[in-house]
């Protein structure tokens, strides 16, 4: 199985950068990858559209038969 790891690096998951987590997951999902992995340490806030893009990325991926993980999550 393909897998990928993303490492967020802000502190917060919010409106200002969750497209550039959906650019991200989006390449991946293009290039076959089946399992991503998220990784959340450095994240210590999620905004409803940080919630909401997490959720959508589950629902594609289950879509399309790849699995996502999320990680360090405080």
């Known amino acids: 199985m393909t897998s990928q790891k993303i490492k967020i ?3 917060d998951l919010d409106i200002s950068n969750v497209s550039k987590l959906y650019k991200q997951v989006t390449n991946l ?3 076959k990858i089946k ?3 998220i ?3 450095r ?5 409803s559209e940080g919630l909401y893009l997490l959720y959508d990325i589950h629902l ?6 790849s ?3 999320l990680i360090n999550i405080i």
């Open 35 to 37: 399992k991503i992995t």
């Open 43 to 47: 994240v210590n806030y999620i905004d």
């Open 39 to 41: 990784d959340l340490e």
């Open 67 to 69: 699995k996502v993980q």
């Open 29 to 31: 999902f293009e290039n």
């Open 60 to 65: 594609k991926a289950n879509k399309i038969g």
């Open 9 to 11: 690096k802000e502190t």
